[in-house]
């Protein structure tokens, strides 16, 4: 199966989940994050803001907030597949960006990526080995390398997959989370 076919089928999959399986998923998904050894480890923590096809992030960030961490959001830069880290010190930093996406505005200071301790990560499909499948557009599997920090994935257990298609260019992530908890993907080298 091609990458643009599962993106496709995921797509459609997304459509026919329940709304309440959705809500309750995405609060356990949030749950496990800040429950996890990489999250209270972490003083800096990059996290993406999640789309209507993707986990609702908003108590997550709300929770990195009141925990007292740096909280660094994503913003798509006019480059193609480029992005960067910008702090933010509350919700009211964000605006509609790129695709509709919300943003850190323009004046939120740039957080280099050597700053980050925790990357929390989007996808369409994810699996237990740290496989990602992304939207395409490769922000991610350009931004993570230049990171030193653990990365974890967000997905729905009805959307993880096993067989996605990985290219030499794709990153492999450090931590899967589910509903059902969190999996550590590497094993140390």
Known sequence: MTKQTMRAEVAARVKNLSPTYCREADAAICRCVTQSQPYQQA???FCYVGTERE???MALLRAILRDGKVLAVPLCLPEKGRMEARRI???????SGRFGILAPKLECPKIAPEELELAIVPCCTGNATGQRLGYGGG?????????????MLLCRHQLERSDIPVDGHDVQLDYFVTERGVV??????
């Open 184 to 189: 550590h993907c590497k094993v140390e080298e």
């Open 55 to 57: 986990i609702d992030t």
């Open 43 to 45: 003083k800096t923590v």
């Open 139 to 151: 922000y991610y599997d350009r931004y993570l390398p230049q990171t030193k920090c653990p990365t």
């Open 89 to 95: 010190t509350g919700l009211g930093d964000l605006v």
